[in-house]
């Protein structure tokens, strides 16, 4: 997955000439910390952000200064077209995504974690698709010997409804089991 897959477009912006004024009420109205300011063109130029305006306000600046006496320019940027994954090394919380310079939208931390939530649980449908449809019994449970796990194959052949099997002991429907001690252990018990 690339970065223009998961990026923010349509942000707000600012150009070089609005006011800290503007950008304090900006972000007070739309609940955003981070703008990037433009030139009429749509060149990224720098960076507003909500720290920023608090401090140029704590300072007593002038608040009808340009954004652009206070602006960050050095900042960190990515390109649409690269992979979601080379983001995890970056420590920002808020990049531009940039074409030749040109502002294309913004990757927030936001927009990763609900990437990888939705591939987490994308992933957890498929592994159950696939636990379901095993005719093997499936089970397996946490350190503490509690079944998290119980497939429709178990269903039937220990006639125990999952339902009222998940989340309890494994030994009250299997006293013999060792399964929760072999957890603990790591020790295997072959053909059991």
Not at 75 to 85: A, F, L, Q
Not at 103 to 131: C, H, K, P, W
């Amino acid at each position: 997955m690339k970065v223009k897959d998961i990026m923010t477009e349509n942000l707000y912006t600012f150009h070089l000439d609005q006011t800290i004024r503007d950008a304090a009420c900006m972000f007070s109205k739309n609940h955003i910390d981070h703008a990037p300011i433009v030139d009429t063109d749509g060149e990224l130029k720098g960076l507003i952000t909500k720290s920023k305006v608090l401090d140029a306000v704590l300072h007593g600046e002038n608040l009808e200064c340009c954004v652009s006496e206070v602006m960050e320019n050095n900042y960190t940027y990515v390109e649409p077209d690269i992979e979601i994954d080379n983001l995890l090394d970056l420590d920002a919380e808020w990049l531009p995504v940039l074409q030749n310079g040109y502002l294309l939208g913004a990757v927030t931390m936001s927009n990763l974690a609900r990437f990888y939530y939705n591939s987490a649980r994308d992933l957890q449908y498929e592994l159950e698709a696939v636990i379901s449809s095993v005719h093997n019994a499936i089970i397996s449970v946490d350190e503490n010997g509690i079944v998290q796990i119980f497939n429709p194959a178990a269903e039937r052949i220990f006639e125990v409804d999952r339902a009222k099997v998940i989340g309890c002991p494994l030994t009250s429907i299997l006293p013999q089991s060792n399964l929760a001690e072999i957890v603990k252990t790591g020790r295997s018990e072959f053909s059991q």
